[in-house]
């Protein structure tokens, strides 16, 4: 493929880095946990009858009790979230009320759509660097059952009288038709990419290569009438098939375009779920007997076309791993979210990243995209693969609706 199209005038910043890769400072801003719900299925999974304020509770307390830390210590937390109305501010509050954070914590929460669950860590990890605090949570969440099919944004027709404005409407499965258009990629490219997701993942789930990230989770589940209240335990990813291939891929119609290439089965599935990341400078773990999974290094958040929003991670990748001193071959697993196949593939090609580095474990087409939790999921995800492949450096990018990339850039202890 050809490179990058349009210039990223983003100035890498290298130099001015806090965090080196390579080098431990007690300055570091490391990982202490980061763990996730199961992603399951949206309006028919094991949270269909979940808020996203008790999904919340899940992963905060399992933060508690995985990691024993006094939560009177935790002094922010920030929740990314992206259909909650109002921000999801005051459930967000009550969920880390009621899994044991003193009045003293205190809790905000932002959108920046696809991205947010990682513009909350790295809120928080830039608040620690600062000064600002010493010990925070960076945490996504969204149920989209709950959330998802019910928002409506007024805009004012004004604006729209410029093109690239008006862009920022378009559906974003016709973005995903834009990508595959504009730099050639084919239905059967997309679907192959979309199986080996899926593959990746049944082989990662049986293999209980997610055991170590997600966090079992007991909640109440109605039957269809909304009635007969039952309690399970939620421990499993739901939209793993195993049994996915190029060949039953290519049955399913095109989902935006009678002729598009864009299928249920290449784009990222309706989930509920969410993540916790535990964040604080390596002295302060060292000084509380933490342990420590891995650090922050650096991140990277740029703009692209709104019409073909889905490039964004091919933009941020560069500046983020520029901004650690990296090169992209030095990166040894990426967490590319799979919003669309398109968009992903695209991304792999035109930075000419191995296939065997990304997504190790399967992404978004076979796992899920609970839009605002999955920022957070990734760097949950990230580490333990790091783990098991005795590797040290990974990124976690996505691309961001309305035509944004982020990316970010984490080093394993």
Known sequence: MSGLPYPITLPALADSQVTRVGVKSPEDVVVVSALRTALTKGRKGGFKDVLADELLLHVFKGTIERTGIDPALVQDITVGNVAGK???ATPSRMAALAAGFPETTSVSTLNRQCSSGLQACVQIASAIQCGLIDIGIGAGVESMTSDYFSREVPLSEKLQQKQVVADCKIPMGITSENVAADYGLSRTEQDAFSAKS?????????????????????????????????????DQDEGIRASSTVESLSKLKPAFTPTGTTTAGNASQISDGAAAVLLMKRKTAQKLNLPILGKYVTSASVGVPPRVMGVGPAYAIPVAVERAGIKISDVDVYEI??????????????????????????????????????????????FPELKRQDKKIGVTSMCIGSGMGMAAVWERE
Do not use: M
């Open 86 to 88: 109002g921000g999801l």
């Open 337 to 382: 979210n799979e919003a669309f196949a398109s968009q992903a593939l695209y991304t792999v090609k035109v930075l000419d990243i191995p296939e065997e580095k990304v997504n190790p474990k399967g992404g978004a087409i076979a796992i899920g995209h609970p839009l605002g939790c999955t920022g957070a999921r990734q760097v949950a995800t990230l």
């Open 198 to 234: 899926h593959q990746k993942a049944a082989a990662a789930q049986k293999a209980g290569y997610f055991k170590d990230e997600i966090l079992p989770c007991t909640v109440t589940i109605l039957d269809k009438d909304g009635q007969n209240p039952k309690t399970i335990v939620v």
